[in-house]
């Protein structure tokens, strides 16, 4: 049996890294969270418990959003659990990097089904089911502009969410539905640190004008102004959350 709740998320791969602080930060904030994994139960129920020790509601739902049937899965468990849905994080993203030439089918086709066919199922489902007046957020990267060699297929399936974003807001307006991105630099995640050595990252973090990497409460807080009410008017746009690298 559901319970009612005044704003329900999904936040889809919200185990570890900027979902888990995204998951996190919306609890926070009154609204009943959907944690969503792939492989990571124990780090997604370690999310939950630590929302319902500070008195939120939160459930973890597997689900391998690089399959079709995944996201109708989410939206079913939310409803069940939450009684509906109004917000949807599409968070979840793989990256391997490689110059083109170099670059496999396989390599193409796992950042592809994650990155740019796992999202857009996602937007599909959001904007049949969110109730009115919600909010898709998505996430690109601040290397679709800086155009970094190795970041060729990456950088291709989040140019793509790119247009999705801006086509999805304009096709959704009058349900008062926002569509937005979020398109973080560099931030000190498992996704970006695992493959680059000690010096790869230094290299990185001194292009920030601030002199550091981004860490995942710094998106989470856009996310969740993103969320909430004082948005409304935020529409259509992808947001640089990237310390000034670009």
């Known amino acids: 049996m559901s319970r009612e709740f005044r704003k329900v998320a999904i936040v889809t791969g919200a185990s570890k890294g900027i979902g888990a602080a995204m998951a996190l930060r919306l609890a926070r904030d009154g609204i009943a969270v959907v944690v969503n994994y792939a492989r990571a139960s124990e780090a ?132 008062r539905i926002t569509v937005n991105a979020i398109a973080p630099g560099p931030v000190e995640t498992e996704l970006f640190m695992t493959g680059k050595s000690e010096a790869q990252v230094a290299a990185i973090t001194a292009m920030s004008p601030l002199g550091r990497l981004g860490q995942p409460d710094d998106i989470a807080g856009l996310a969740a102004f993103l969320a909430g009410p004082d948005s409304a008017w935020i529409n259509g746009q992808v947001i640089r959350a990237n310390g000034g690298v670009i």
Do not use: W
Not at 47 to 64: N, P
Not at 126 to 131: P, S
């Open 44 to 175: 997604a129920e370690q999310i939950v418990s630590a929302i319902e020790t500070e008195g939120g509601a939160a459930i973890a739902v597997q689900a391998d959003i690089s399959l079709p049937e995944a996201m109708p899965a989410l939206f079913d468990a939310a409803t069940q659990a939450f009684g509906g849905v109004d917000i949807l994080v599409n968070n979840a993203g793989t990256m391997t990097l490689s110059p083109i030439a170099q670059c496999d089918d396989a390599m193409l086709d796992a950042m592809v089904a994650v990155n740019l066919a796992g999202v857009f199922r996602g937007m599909r489902e959001g904007a049949r089911r969110l109730r009115d007046g919600g909010r898709i957020i998505s996430f690109s990267s601040t290397v679709v502009g800086l155009y970094q060699p190795g970041y060729g297929i990456y950088a291709a399936t989040k140019a793509a969410v790119e247009a999705m974003t801006h086509i999805l807001a304009k096709e959704l307006g009058s349900r």
